[in-house]
């Protein structure tokens, strides 16, 4: 299946000076162990990109559309499509003292930050520092080989793989979000409440979701937190209680004109039985005076 711009693919690749032959990047940490590049804390393992989105150098990533999926693959990037050329002048000479004074201890081969740049330190002697401004493979020609593992289709593949973009400390199987029409629901587990830079995190995930799957306007992250010590029971029973009182609050209270008629209706009917009572009484008591004023007339 052919790779089209805007794909999400997650790819194996390790990157050479053609020249010399120097490993100077990969997603493999035993290459990488084996070329002396390994740093601990830094994750290697297969790497997500978006084609086409400049998550990788521009001539590497523009070959990816003539690659196939699981073979491997080799791409030649010229100084000029890498990062140019080599510039002589942005080679300077710099006291040792200046560098001190700046509390910066240069070590040969070091990169360093001097007046806001990054620079390399070329040669030390004679209370002298040659610094490189030059980027480190500039003037290189370079080797990629690449293998494309997977080619991601659904917007849950797709999610996924955002979210371990951002917060790659946390195994990927840990979060649980649902997918509706135009939303994302995404229940952070509480080991990702803890990672530094958690609120950017957060952030670049609504922003990728939104840019890369458009359809999906609103995401929403939800943090729990469980009282210390609570029994699987006791967790159920709180979830229990909650989706109970959470019923009980969205009740509907009986309709008010319902309860007036009843009302109404009742008192109406309590004022007629009372009318009837009152009435047949008083009738008999007005036909024992007519009958008992006759007799006396009599």
Same mark, same amino acid.
Do not use: C
């Given at each position: 299946m052919a790779i089209k711009k805007s794909d999400f693919i997650i790819v194996n690749y390790t990157g050479k000076v053609k020249e010399t032959g120097e490993v100077f990047d990969t997603t493999s940490e035993e290459t990488a162990k084996e070329n002396?590049?390994?740093?601990?804390?830094?994750?290697?393992?297969?790497r997500l990109v978006v084609v086409g989105e400049g998550w990788l150098l521009k001539a590497l990533d523009d070959a990816?559309?003539?690659?196939?999926?699981?073979?491997?693959?080799? =791409?030649? +990037?010229?100084?000029?499509?890498?990062?140019?050329?080599?510039?002589?002048?942005?080679?300077?000479?710099?006291?040792?003292?200046?560098? =001190?004074?700046?509390?910066?201890?240069?070590?040969? #081969?070091?990169?360093?930050e001097f007046d806001k740049k990054l620079a390399t330190v070329r040669t030390m002697g004679s209370g002298r520092v040659t610094l490189d401004f030059n980027p480190p493979l500039a003037g290189k020609t370079l080797v990629y080989t690449v293998t494309i593992q997977k080619q991601l289709k659904t917007n849950e593949e797709k999610i996924a793989a955002?979210?371990?973009?951002?917060?790659?400390?946390?195994?990927?199987?840990?979060?649980?979000?649902?997918?509706?029409?135009?939303? =994302?629901?995404?229940?952070?587990?509480?080991?990702?409440l803890y990672v530094e830079g958690i609120q950017l995190a957060k952030r670049g +995930?609504?922003?990728?979701?939104?840019?890369?799957?458009?359809?999906?306007?609103?995401?929403?992250? +939800?943090?729990?937190?469980?009282?210390?010590?609570?029994?699987?029971?006791?967790?159920?029973?709180?979830?229990k209680e909650t989706k109970k009182q959470t019923k009980t609050a969205?009740?509907?209270?009986?309709p008010k004109k319902t309860a007036?008629?009843?009302?109404?209706? #009742?008192?109406?009917?309590?004022e007629k039985t009372e009318k009837k009572a009152v009435?047949?009484?008083?009738?008999?008591?007005?036909?024992?005076?007519?009958?008992?004023?006759?007799?006396k007339a009599k």
């Amino acid at each position: 299946m052919a790779i089209k711009k805007s794909d999400f693919i997650i790819v194996n690749y390790t990157g050479k000076v053609k020249e010399t032959g120097e490993v100077f990047d990969t997603t493999s940490e035993e290459t990488a162990k084996e070329n002396k590049l390994y740093k601990e804390g830094d994750l290697y393992e297969p790497r997500l990109v978006v084609v086409g989105e400049g998550w990788l150098l521009k001539a590497l990533d523009d070959a990816l559309l003539a690659f196939k999926l699981n073979k491997e693959e080799s =791409v030649e +990037i010229p100084p000029e499509n890498a990062f140019g050329s080599r510039d002589s002048e942005k080679v300077k000479l710099v006291p040792l003292r200046r560098l =001190v004074a700046r509390g910066i201890n240069p070590q040969l #081969g070091a990169q360093i930050e001097f007046d806001k740049k990054l620079a390399t330190v070329r040669t030390m002697g004679s209370g002298r520092v040659t610094l490189d401004f030059n980027p480190p493979l500039a003037g290189k020609t370079l080797v990629y080989t690449v293998t494309i593992q997977k080619q991601l289709k659904t917007n849950e593949e797709k999610i996924a793989a955002l979210i371990h973009r951002r917060i790659p400390a946390v195994e990927a199987e840990k979060f649980d979000f649902n997918v509706g029409e135009e939303d =994302v629901t995404l229940n952070m587990p509480a080991e990702s409440l803890y990672v530094e830079g958690i609120q950017l995190a957060k952030r670049g +995930i609504a922003l990728d979701i939104q840019r890369y799957l458009p359809d999906l306007i609103t995401v929403k992250f +939800i943090e729990t937190f469980t009282k210390p010590g609570a029994t699987p029971k006791a967790k159920k029973k709180a979830k229990k209680e909650t989706k109970k009182q959470t019923k009980t609050a969205t009740a509907k209270p009986a309709p008010k004109k319902t309860a007036k008629k009843a009302s109404k209706k #009742g008192t109406k009917n309590g004022e007629k039985t009372e009318k009837k009572a009152v009435k047949k009484p008083a009738k008999k008591t007005t036909k024992a005076v007519a009958k008992k004023t006759t007799k006396k007339a009599k």
